[in-house]
């Protein structure tokens, strides 16, 4: 009896343990073409592009999906594990985070609309040559209004994560990116993510009409 009870207790913690290291499923992330990238999938990038302001960047080419029904409330962890020089920058899920030193960090939460598709916005501003490796983990909320129309984020769930290595060595080209090429500024943020009217003396993190993001230095 006493074996019995030993190995009903052994799979109970065993569920139990399974279910705890279940992921949820409500967002994925997937390529411009809905493609999905797996969960613990790892990605190199090394395909810098000119951002039309005298910044290189390397792009994640990320973007999440809402599989769901219903509105949910989203942030990103990121466990920057190396960065060589720069700074990464994520404006995931709306303001915009600029991270330059390893650790780990969230961003700030916002709302992804059911059964949608939202760029991820995440890149890496290198200064020189070098490599940069990040792992982001979607983290899924519930969300609520109050009488004022605030919202109020209720964590329920981890999503999925994947892995980004951005290499930038003197064998990669550069491209000109669609930032570039579409100059219409929507929103504009500090270094430190708060989002201001105008172009500021320092470095600016602008978005531009196409969904895309660049670094604007203004002396």
Do not use: R
């Not at 019995?4 to 997937?30: E, H, M, P, R």
């Amino acid at each position: 009896m006493k074996s019995i009870k030993l190995l009903v207790l052994a799979v109970t913690a065993f569920l139990g343990t399974t279910a705890y290291a279940q992921t949820d499923n409500s967002f994925q992330f997937v390529d411009k073409d809905g493609n999905v990238i797996e969960n613990g999938s790892t990605i190199t990038v090394t395909n810098p592009e000119d951002d039309g302001m005298g910044s290189i960047a390397l792009h994640t080419g990320l973007w999440v999906k809402n599989t769901t029904d219903k509105n949910l409330g989203a942030n990103v962890e990121i466990t920057l594990s190396q960065i060589d020089n720069g700074a990464l920058s994520c404006c995931f899920p709306s303001s915009c985070a600029q991270i330059p030193k390893t650790g780990t960090y969230e961003t700030q939460k916002g709302e992804l609309l059911a059964d949608s598709q939202n760029d991820f916005q995440t890149e890496w501003y290198p200064a020189e040559y070098g490599t940069c490796t990040a792992t982001f983990v979607l983290k899924v909320y519930d969300v609520t209004y109050n009488k004022y129309g605030l919202p109020t984020y209720t964590y329920t769930a981890d999503g999925p994560s994947v892995t980004v290595n951005f290499v930038y060595s003197n064998s990669t080209g550069i491209n000109a990116t669609e930032a570039a090429k579409d100059q219409t500024i929507t929103e504009i943020y500090t270094l430190d993510g708060q989002k201001t009217n105008k172009l500021q003396k320092g470095i600016n993190i602008v978005k531009y009409s196409n969904g895309k993001s660049a670094k604007i230095t203004v002396q």
